[in-house]
């Protein structure tokens, strides 16, 4: 039996990146699909690339803003109407923001990463925790970041927002644990999507790919990861197979954060 047979599973941001890698995944496993993002044109694509590479999947694509809750209402309201069901939440739509210090950084950006990562991940949980908690069944697995666990220089509202999202993991198992719903965090490290390859653009906009290679000296394995290796966790998550496992922010990283000084 495959890990998500007849499961429903929501993913937020599943128009390119970690989200559509680990809505590739699901797919392969049995998944039925509600696909969230707010850039229609990527969801679109999205939803192509499935069906042509899974043609039995059942997919449906809902453009939305986690930012806006009235829209992720929407999106929550659409997927049970069309399934009757969530089964699974893939909480994962997220921007990094600018590199700048602290003191410089700028306020309107600072705040639109704080409504996108901590707001939208929070409006995710409370709507979508109900239906969960009137199943007594569900799985949960945010995103947050190795910046979730460590500081990182130059993105002090993306460090914020994901400190926040797993300090929220910890709170959701703490609170729902009792109604068979399970959550979780992943925290992953550097993984090739077009967020960081956008982040390696702002170091050298001369030579990116130089900027790539150099942060994967930091690395243990020295390579930065790929985007399914971080899905084949998230499906574990949102399986039956992490039903003991709750509360917990998992680093995807190659084993980086828990370095001091050089490897
Ligand atoms: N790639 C990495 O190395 C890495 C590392 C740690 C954490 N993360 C986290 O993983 C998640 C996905 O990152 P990614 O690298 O795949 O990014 P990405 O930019 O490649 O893809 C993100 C997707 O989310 C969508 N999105 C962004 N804001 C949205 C909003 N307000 N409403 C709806 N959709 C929205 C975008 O349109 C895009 O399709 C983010 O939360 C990010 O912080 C990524």
Do not use: W
């Not at 309107?108 to 901590?118: G, H, S, T």
């Not at 929070?122 to 979508?128: A, K, L, P, S, T």
């Not at 150099?214 to 574990?236: D, H, S, W």
């Amino acid at each position: 039996m495959k890990k998500l047979e007849n499961k429903v599973i929501v993913i937020t941001g599943a128009g390119m990146g970690l989200g559509l890698a680990a809505a590739k995944e699901a797919a392969k496993n049995g998944a039925l699909l509600s696909l969230v993002d707010y850039n229609e044109k990527a969801l679109n694509e999205a939803k192509q690339g499935l069906s042509e590479e899974y043609p039995e999947a059942k997919v449906i694509t809902i453009a939305a803003d986690v930012s806006k809750e009235a829209e992720v209402k929407k999106y929550v309201d659409e997927t049970v109407k069309a399934f009757g069901r969530i089964d699974g939440f893939y909480n994962n739509a997220g921007i990094e923001g600018k590199q700048a210090l602290m003191a410089d950084y700028d306020l309107e950006v600072f705040r639109k990463v704080i409504d996108i990562n901590l707001m939208g991940v929070f409006y995710g949980m409370r709507y979508i925790i109900p239906i969960m908690q009137q199943q007594q069944y569900g799985r949960i697995v945010n995103v947050a970041s190795v910046g979730g666990i460590r500081g990182v220089m130059n993105q002090t509202p993306y460090v914020a927002s994901k400190h926040a999202v797993s300090g929220m993991t910890k709170n959701a198992a703490l609170e729902y644990g009792k109604h068979g719903i399970i959550t979780n965090a992943i925290a992953p490290g550097a993984i090739l999507t077009p967020m960081v390859a956008e982040a390696f653009r702002q170091v050298n906009p001369d030579d990116p790919k130089k900027a790539e290679s150099e942060y994967a000296q930091f690395n243990p394995t020295k390579r930065l990861g790929l985007p399914e290796e971080v899905a084949r966790v998230v499906i574990f998550l949102l399986s039956e197979d992490s039903s003991y496992v709750n509360g917990q922010t998992i680093a995807v990283d190659g084993g980086q954060s828990n370095a001091y000084g050089f490897v």
